[in-house]
Antibody, heavy 120, light 107 residues
Framework: QLQLQESGPGLAKPSETLSLTCTVS???????????WGWIRQPPGKGLEWIGD???????YYNPSLKSRVTVSVDTSKNQFSLNLNSVTAADTAVYYC???????????WGQGTMLTVSS | DIQMTQSPSAMSASVGDRVTITCRAS??????LAWFQQKPGKVPKRLIY???SLQSGVPSRFSGSGSGTEFTLTISSLQPEDFATYYC?????????FGQGTKVEIK
């Protein structure tokens, strides 16, 4: 059974670059049957916001509102994918989820989420 | 970008009530729509995919309908464990977009 687990620093200072990692278990990140690996976030008390996807081939898709600051990448040797978000501000304080979906379908497997607080 | 307008944003209902939540897309998305349930402090859980297909393990009191621009999530008989926030998600085209959520509270 596919499982995802996020890891991250928990706390970042304004203007820093945030790096989060999602470790995949129970399946291969290179599998074409699980086509998209994605990141979603949720600020405290607010709704869900899609950040970006990476296709199993390596193609990336980003939310235009974050595109200039976001990079999603895959490390097949570690069966992980990562999110880099630069120049963070307090507005980036949120729970960050990684998730997977099959081609033509929505996110069906989610990680437990990792809270990131941006504060000086 | 495709905007997803969810209504109502909040509602009060009683156990046993029939509950209907609507999502309207700003342009046609065929059936590329899912519904999620989220309880406080928990991970979103997919209830419905492809607009009307019930996720395995989800009670049959949940159902989804619609295509194009109008979609509905229905809970036929609200149970105590159904009090939560519900979100729709369109995955027809990038950027993927969620509705703003519907909080279902106890009356």
């Amino acid at each position: 059974q596919l499982q995802l687990q996020e890891s991250g620093p928990g706390l970042a200072k304004p203007s820093e670059t945030l790096s989060l990692t999602c470790t995949v278990s129970g399946g291969s990140i290179s599998s074409s049957s699980i086509s998209y690996w994605g990141w979603i976030r949720q600020p405290p008390g607010k709704g869900l916001e899609w950040i970006g996807d990476i296709f199993h081939s390596g193609s990336t898709y980003y939310n235009p509102s974050l595109k200039s600051r976001v990079t999603v990448s895959v490390d097949t040797s570690k069966n992980q994918f990562s999110l880099n978000l630069n120049s963070v501000t307090a507005a980036d304080t949120a729970v960050y989820y990684c998730a997977s979906r099959q081609r033509g379908n929505s996110f069906d497997v989610w990680g437990q989420g990792t809270m990131l607080t941006v504060s000086s | 970008d495709i905007q997803m307008t969810q209504s109502p944003s909040a509602m009060s209902a009683s156990v046993g009530d029939r509950v209907t939540i609507t999502c309207r897309a700003s342009q046609g998305i065929s059936i590329y729509l899912a519904w999620f349930q989220q309880k406080p402090g928990k991970v979103p859980k997919r209830l419905i995919y492809a607009a009307s297909s019930l996720q395995s393990g989800v009670p049959s009191r949940f159902s989804g309908s619609g295509s194009g621009t109008e979609f509905t999530l229905t809970i036929s008989s609200l149970q105590p464990e159904d009090f939560a926030t519900y979100y729709c998600l369109q995955h027809s085209s990038y950027p993927l977009t969620f509705g703003q959520g519907t909080k279902v509270e106890i009356k």
